[in-house]
């Protein structure tokens, strides 16, 4: 798994529109940004809707704003996931031809049922590993009706490295199973979506949350399924709240308090390992820039 470093460097922030953006996030932006500027790239903001029950009104446009306030702008438009079906249609339309994916009739309730006749509890706040009922080789879906478009997950641990956490490895069949695509509610699932949009947009490498790398195999995965280049990848540390959590707009972590730009990016920039900076906006990003750590794009 590794990403070809002789492209030009195109990198993207991909916040999901479902509130503001926190401290947490901007770490992440910040991060995204100044990776691309260190190796001469575009960065390029792509707001993550496809989730619309979980997205609220107006706060991509609340993050836009609150980037600009920071000196972050993307290179080129905006992309919006709700506008993209077609594309993810075609990229699970290829997938069903090359027999990686099958229908799914199974519910929520049906899946813990056969996990627990199996013996096999799952862990509470664990997400349930798919049992593999509705496999074309366990009969399908059984005469029951299509929910759902899973990916057919093969055994084996796969291995890669993180430009700034390392080797790393996970077995997704034991540890995740065959995951979902499209939603039982038809929606798209953040997975293909994600894969099918940095591979149009040419993204080379990478840059989020940690709380995120767990999802880099099963992405790598629906790469090699569809035949495209894998990015790079560079995980930034997570911001924790009060509670030990990860700032979340789930656990309601608190709206970026802009009044004072440069100390709410020097707060990320501590937080990614940089110097506190002075001066105008365009200065820090710069100092930042000069400072940047992971310039190597090729991990080791
Ligand atoms: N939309 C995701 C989020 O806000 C980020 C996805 C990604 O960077 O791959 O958590």
Not at 189 to 217: F, H, K, M, S
Request: net charge negative; hydrophobic share 40%; charged share 20%.
């Amino acid at each position: 798994m590794s990403a070809d470093p002789v492209l030009p460097y195109r990198g993207r922030f991909a916040p999901s529109p479902t509130g503001p953006l926190h401290a947490g996030s901007l770490v992440a932006a910040l991060a995204s940004w100044l990776d691309a500027r260190v190796h001469g790239g575009t960065w390029i903001v792509r707001i993550e809707d496809v989730d619309t029950p979980r997205c609220v009104p107006g706060a991509d446009e609340i993050i836009l704003r609150q980037l600009a306030t920071c000196g972050l702008v993307s290179d080129e438009p905006v992309v919006w996931q709700s506008n993209r079906s077609t594309l993810y249609q075609a990229a699970l339309d290829r997938l069903i031809a090359t027999d990686a994916v099958y229908p799914c009739a199974c519910s929520r309730k049906d899946i813990e049922a056969a996990l627990n006749a199996a013996g096999l509890a799952r862990e509470r706040h664990h997400a349930a590993v798919y049992p593999g009922t509705c496999r074309p080789e366990r009969g399908g879906l059984h005469g029951r009706e299509a929910r759902a478009w899973r990916f057919e997950v093969k055994p084996g641990v796969l291995r890669w490295s993180d430009r700034r956490l390392g080797p790393q490895s996970q077995d997704v069949a034991a540890e995740v199973g065959d995951f979902v695509l499209r939603r039982a509610d038809g929606l798209w699932a953040y997975q293909l979506a994600v894969v099918v949009d940095d591979a149009e947009q040419g993204i080379t490498q990478i840059v989020r949350g940690e709380d995120l790398i767990d999802n880099t195999p099963r992405q790598w995965l629906l790469q090699q399924a569809l035949g495209l280049q894998a990015p790079g990848c560079l995980h930034t540390p997570l911001v924790m709240g009060d509670n030990g959590e990860k700032l979340s707009k789930q656990n309601g972590a608190q709206a970026l308090d802009l009044t004072d730009p440069l100390a709410a990016l020097n707060q990320a920039a501590v937080h990614l390992g940089l110097p506190a900076a002075t001066g105008s906006l365009p200065d820090a990003l710069a100092q930042w820039v000069n400072a940047w750590p992971w310039r190597n794009l090729v991990p080791v």
